[in-house]
């Protein structure tokens, strides 16, 4: 009985070395796909929890939308083909699957807006398609960004966006990401995560009443 403990130990390191050489070896493939495309960004890796996974206390700061919208984000680029730091990419609102298509909520939209800032933090050009010719100058503000199609540019450089879809689990919500090339609709790259309910409740309940926004139990 007495020699099976080094044995055992043995193993058990040997088993810690593979599974570092591993993560050493996934993310030189990591970096080395990302300069392949231009891609400035490192290697960031990301705790994406799964459906129905429990978890401990969050810290709401750090563990925002952002948080997990930047670990799907990774996956994205990861299996991403033909763009490149010279392609300009849109984003368009995330919409639920069960859903209208041509409707977002504020989760769909806030995913959206998380999705730019990665988007420019790995260095691929981005297009914000909101954005208008000109500034509205009122008495409540100043204003650059609409979404009256009637007023922003019907041409705009966009090769490829980045759009998905959301589904309501227990617990939380699935997020199914993908890009899409503008003429071609090829899928060149698509990524799932997972955005747990009391993450996006913490924004829901920001919300205002006249929307009608569903919370789900954690």
């Known amino acids: 009985m007495k020699t099976l403990i080094p044995v055992v130990a043995l193993s058990l390191f040997l088993s810690g070395c593979t599974t570092l050489a591993d993560n050493e ?7 080395a796909h990302q300069a392949s495309l231009g891609f400035g960004q490192q290697y960031r890796p990301q705790f994406q929890q799964q459906p129905g996974q429990n978890t401990e206390k969050r810290d709401p700061q750090l563990h925002n939308i952002n948080h997990y919208v930047r670990g799907i984000m990774q996956d994205l680029v990861n299996n991403l083909q033909f763009v490149s730091a010279r392609t300009p990419v849109a984003v368009s609102s995330f919409v639920f699957l069960d859903g209208p298509f041509d409707q977002a909520d504020l989760l769909g939209n806030q995913i959206a807006e998380s999705f730019m800032h990665e988007i420019h933090q790995f260095g691929i ?3 914000d398609i909101k954005t208008s010719d000109f500034i509205r100058v009122t008495e409540q503000g100043d204003f650059v960004l609409s979404r009256d199609y009637l007023e922003v540019s019907p041409k705009q450089p966009v090769q490829y966006v980045i759009t998905g879809t959301l589904a309501r689990h227990q617990g939380g919500y699935l997020i199914n990401a993908r890009v899409v090339g503008m003429k071609s609709k090829m899928v060149v790259g698509s990524a799932q995560g997972f955005l747990p309910a009391d993450v996006a409740n913490a924004l829901l309940n920001s919300a205002k009443p006249a929307e009608g926004v569903k919370l789900l139990k954690g």
Request: overall charge neutral.
């Open 25 to 31: 070896q996934e993310q030189a493939l990591s970096k």
């Open 125 to 127: 050009p981005l297009i």
